[in-house]
């Protein structure tokens, strides 16, 4: 079945960079997406399409995709991004593959 | 404004059943993508289920494949997924998620969860 792997965690402190892998042997080929879930909150998609971001995201979210490896970076992470987040694709065009998502990043910012 | 609102989750014993109702407001399902997806106790989520617009074809993962069926009642504007023979793993929470047009995009639109505890 098809994975896509991220790392459990990314540390930063507060304004640095912070950057979120996620890889997946589909990913030349199908988009990435990306979820925020702060604590005890559901999710939120964050970007679509490897690299678009929804109108209510702040401008410090941005993705990337090359190869078999999609990248979310924060850039200049404040401490409300402290969060896990997660990457989802799928493998196929067809309507019965399945989605799947990454086993998501605990990002720290302290 | 969208909104979607999960109910009929519980506490339920191992091979039981139940089903979970997702009932949407301010759009119609009839016209979006709609899917589940859980989240285990302290764990990362999990895609279950996704039933697509025109056809209503239901795609469903491998994990539960045979034992959950999505469906939707467009007349009353709601989601379904029936859980049977369910299994201690099957402990989670379940959210219904709805798909956006534009931009295009999956589970754009999140309701608050049902949470479901398999045990004895």
């Known amino acids: 079945s098809y994975e896509l792997t991220q790392p459990p965690s990314v540390s930063v402190s507060p304004g640095q960079t912070a950057r979120i892998t996620c890889s997946g042997d589909?990913?030349?080929?199908?988009?990435a997406y990306w979820y925020q879930q702060r604590s005890g909150q559901t999710p939120v998609l964050v970007i679509y399409?490897?690299?678009k971001r929804p109108s209510a995201i702040p401008e410090r979210f941005s993705g990337s995709s090359s190869g078999t490896m999609a990248t979310l970076t924060i850039s200049g992470a404040q401490i409300e991004d402290e969060a896990d987040y997660y990457c989802?694709?799928?493998?196929?065009?067809?309507?019965?593959?399945?989605?799947?998502f990454g086993g998501g990043t605990k990002l720290t910012v302290l | 404004e969208v909104q979607l609102l999960e109910s009929g989750g519980g506490l339920v014993q191992p091979g039981g059943s139940l089903r979970l109702s997702c009932a949407a407001s301010?759009?119609?399902?009839?016209?979006?993508?709609m899917n589940w997806v859980r989240q285990a106790p302290g764990k990362g989520l999990e895609w279950v289920s996704s039933?697509?617009?025109?056809?209503?074809?239901?795609n469903i993962a491998d994990s539960v494949k045979g034992r959950f069926t999505v469906s939707r009642d467009n007349s009353r504007n709601t989601l379904y997924l029936q859980m049977n023979r369910l299994r201690a793993e099957d402990t989670a929470i379940y959210y219904c998620?709805?798909?956006?047009?534009?931009?295009?995009?999956?589970?754009?639109?999140w309701g608050q969860g049902t949470l479901v505890t398999v045990s004895s």
């Open positions: 998620a709805r798909d956006e047009l534009v931009p295009p995009a999956p589970l754009a639109h």
């Open positions: 301010g759009f119609s399902i009839s016209t979006y993508a």
């Open positions: 039933i697509s617009v025109g056809d209503d074809s239901a």
């Open positions: 589909a990913l030349p080929k199908k988009y």
């Open positions: 399409e490897d690299k």
């Open positions: 989802y694709s799928t493998d196929s065009s067809d309507n019965h593959s399945p989605w799947v």
